[in-house]
C-alpha cells in the first residue's frame, strides 16, 4: 500500500494479509488444475516464501489462494505491485491472465455480474527458465526471490474511472505543471471532472468518455515551493471523475543537463550515494516499512543525497519516502549484463519494454526520480546490441521526456552507445577486480580523460565502485575482504573524485548493504558466504568500519 490515500471515493480494499499457500514444486502450470490443489499452509503477502524457513531457497510452482468478497458488481481491477518472476491469475477457476517479470506493477480487470464471494488463485513461478521469464536469468548477481513480493488492492471501477494521472513540471518562474488525464468506461458516460490541488479546484467542467478519453492542461501555481533535497515540498493533485477519485502527490522540480552539470531547478547537482539492492535475508524482496525507513535513515545519516535502485525498479513506498526525505533516486529496468542473443531476441525485447513501460508510469510523478536506467552491464560496446539500444531509450523519452536517460556501462573504452544517453555512467572496480589501491587515481584519470576525448559536453557520473568487506573481518594486513581495505579504497575513491578532480557530477558507491547473491557454484566460489559482500552495512544493516569514513567524507562535500 502506498504511503498516502490515492483514493477517497473509489472503493477499493487492500488483500495484503495471509493467503493459502500450497508448494507444487517442478510441475508445469500449464498442465494443471488449480481447483484440485489442497492448500494445507498460510503465506504472508506481500511476502517472499523462499526467505521462509520453511521454503528457504526452493524454486518451483506455488499456488496462492484468498476468497475475497465484492459488494459492487461491475469492472473491477487486481492491482498487483510486483509478483516474482511469472505468474498466472484466476478468478473462481477461470484463467484471467499471466504477467511476466517482477518489481514491476500491473493490473489484472474482470467483471463481476453480481457481488458476492470470489476465489482469487495466483500461480507462482520462481524457476530461472528463459523461455518462461527472461528477464530473470541464474547468472545475475542477485538472489531472485519469489512470491507475490509486494502489495495487491482490488479496485472496484463501475462504469467509468480514472485510468491514470501524469503530472510534470512545465515551469519555474511561475510554478507551472502539465497534467495529463486519462480517462476510461464502459460506454459512453458524461459526468462532472473536478481537479483540486491542495484541495483547492483548478478545473470544474463534464467530459463525456466512450469507451476512453483524455486531456491535457496546464497550470500555474504562483507561490508555490520548489522541491528539492534541502526543501522537499510535496503538493496533491486530486482528480474526481462521477464517483471515481484519484489522487497523486507531485513536487515542482525540472532536472536537466547542461554540458557536464546536472541541474536540478537550473542548478548544479553534485551526487552522493550508493547504489541499492531491494533485498534482506528475511524477507527477500519484501521488505516492510520498517526496512524501507530504516535503510534511508541510515543514507540520511552518511549525508547522502542520491540512490541508484539495482538493478530493478523500485517500490513506490520506498519512492514515497524518497519524495517526502529529498534523496534523488535513479530508477531502471531490470537488467544485469545482457549479451546480444538477449538484445537480439523479440521475446527478450517484449519483456523489456514491458516492465519499461510499468516503471515509468509508476514512477513518472515521483520528483524524486531523476534518472530513468536500463541494460545495467549489458554488451553497449557489440555494434549488434546498438538497436536494441536505440529502441529502449527511444520508448523511454515516448513515455516521459522530462528525465535524463542514462545506463550504466562497463566498457567504457569501447562503449559504441554514449551518443544516445544524456548522461554517461561507468561501473569500475580499480583496487578490486583490477590493480592495487595506490592506481585508483589513474584509473579515474584514464576513464574522464576518455570520455572528454570524445563526450566533453555530457554529465559523468561513476554509477559502481567499491570494495568487498566480509563483516567483523579485520586483519593485521588490512588486505582485500578485510573492513579496513574497503574503508581505504572508499577514502582515496572520494578523494580523488572530488578533492583532487571535479569532472564527476555523481558517485554511487557499490552497494549500500550485503545481499545474497547467485547460486551458480562457480560464481558462488568468488563470494564469500554466498553474499556480495560489498556494502557499507552488512545485510541485516549493521554498519562496518567504512560507514563514518562515509559519513565525515560526504558531510563536507554536502555543505
Excluded at 528525465?403 to 578490486?432: H, K, M, Q
Aim: proline share 5%.
Amino acid at each position: 500500500m502506498r504511503i498516502f490515500p490515492e483514493h477517497e471515493l473509489r472503493k477499493t480494499q487492500s488483500l495484503d494479509g495471509l493467503w493459502d499457500f500450497h508448494f507444487l514444486g517442478d510441475v508445469d502450470a500449464d498442465t494443471l488444475d488449480v481447483n484440485d490443489i489442497d492448500y494445507t499452509e498460510r503465506m504472508a503477502v506481500p511476502g517472499c516464501f523462499d526467505a521462509t524457513p520453511a521454503y528457504a531457497g526452493k524454486r518451483g510452482l506455488a499456488a496462492y489462494h484468498r476468497a475475497v468478497y465484492i459488494a459492487s458488481a461491475g469492472r473491477q481491477r487486481l492491482a498487483f505491485d510486483s509478483v516474482n518472476h511469472w505468474c498466472r491469475i484466476f478468478i473462481n477457476g477461470e484463467q484471467l491472465q499471466d504477467h511476466i517479470g517482477g518489481f514491476g506493477p500491473f493490473t489484472a480487470d474482470f467483471e463481476l455480474e453480481e457481488d458476492g464471494w470470489v476465489d482469487l488463485t495466483v500461480l507462482v513461478d520462481n524457476r530461472l527458465n528463459y523461455q518462461r521469464c527472461p528477464l530473470h536469468l541464474d547468472y545475475m548477481d542477485w538472489y531472485h526471490y519469489g512470491g507475490i513480493s509486494r502489495s495487491v488492492v482490488l479496485h472496484s471501477l463501475g462504469k467509468a474511472w480514472i485510468e491514470r494521472v501524469q503530472i510534470k513540471t512545465t515551469g519555474l518562474e511561475p510554478p507551472e505543471i502539465g497534467v495529463e488525464v486519462l480517462l476510461q468506461s464502459t460506454g459512453e458516460i458524461t459526468a462532472d471532472c473536478v481537479l483540486l490541488i491542495n484541495d483547492e479546484a483548478v478545473m470544474d467542467q463534464p467530459i463525456t468518455v466512450n469507451d476512453g478519453a483524455g486531456f491535457s492542461l496546464n497550470i500555474e501555481l504562483e507561490g508555490a515551493h520548489l522541491w528539492s533535497p534541502d526543501h522537499p515540498h510535496l503538493n496533491t493533485l486530486r482528480v474526481i471523475f462521477g464517483e471515481d477519485d484519484q489522487a497523486e502527490r507531485f513536487g515542482i522540480r525540472t532536472i536537466t543537463t547542461n554540458g557536464q552539470e546536472l541541474l536540478l531547478n537550473g542548478k548544479p547537482l553534485r551526487l552522493l550515494g550508493f547504489n541499492r539492492h531491494e533485498i534482506h535475508p528475511d524477507f527477500g524482496h519484501a521488505l516492510p516499512d520498517a526496512i524501507l525507513l530504516t535503510d534511508l535513515q541510515y543514507l540520511k545519516d552518511m549525508h547522502c543525497n542520491f540512490i541508484r535502485g539495482s538493478h530493478y525498479p523500485q517500490d513506490p513506498r520506498f519512492l514515497d519516502l524518497c519524495d517526502e526525505m529529498g534523496f534523488l533516486v535513479w530508477n531502471e529496468s531490470i537488467g544485469w549484463q545482457h549479451t546480444a542473443e538477449h538484445l537480439n531476441d523479440p521475446f527478450f525485447m517484449e519483456c523489456q519494454v514491458t516492465n519499461l513501460h510499468e516503471m515509468v508510469h509508476s514512477a513518472i510523478n515521483h520528483p524524486s526520480v531523476i534518472l530513468w536506467g536500463i541494460l545495467n552491464e549489458s554488451r553497449s560496446d557489440d555494434p549488434a546490441c546498438r538497436a536494441a539500444y536505440q529502441a529502449l531509450i527511444s520508448e523511454i523519452r515516448s513515455l516521459d521526456d522530462s528525465r535524463p536517460v542514462t545506463y550504466a556501462t562497463c566498457y567504457p573504452f569501447e562503449d559504441l552507445n554514449f551518443d544516445l544517453v544524456d548522461v554517461i555512467s561507468i561501473n569500475r572496480y580499480p583496487g578490486w577486480y583490477e590493480g592495487q589501491l595506490e592506481e585508483i587515481p589513474a584509473v579515474l584519470d584514464r576513464l574522464a580523460a576518455h570520455v572528454d576525448s570524445l563526450w566533453a559536453d555530457k554529465p559523468l557520473i561513476i554509477s559502481e565502485i567499491g570494495a568487498g568487506a566480509v563483516p567483523g573481518w579485520r586483519d593485521r594486513n588490512e588486505d582485500r575482504w578485510s573492513e579496513q581495505y574497503q574503508r581505504k579504497l572508499y577514502e582515496i575513491v572520494i578523494d580523488h573524485l572530488f578533492e583532487q578532480r571535479n569532472r564527476v557530477c555523481g558517485l554511487a558507491l557499490w552497494v549500500f548493504a550485503d545481499f545474497r547473491s547467485i547460486e551458480t557454484t562457480s560464481r558462488l566460489l568468488g563470494r564469500p558466504r554466498g553474499y556480495n559482500n560489498k556494502g557499507c552495512l552488512d545485510e541485516y544493516r549493521r554498519p562496518k568500519n567504512s560507514y563514518p569514513l562515509v559519513k565525515e567524507k560526504f558531510s563536507k562535500l554536502a555543505r
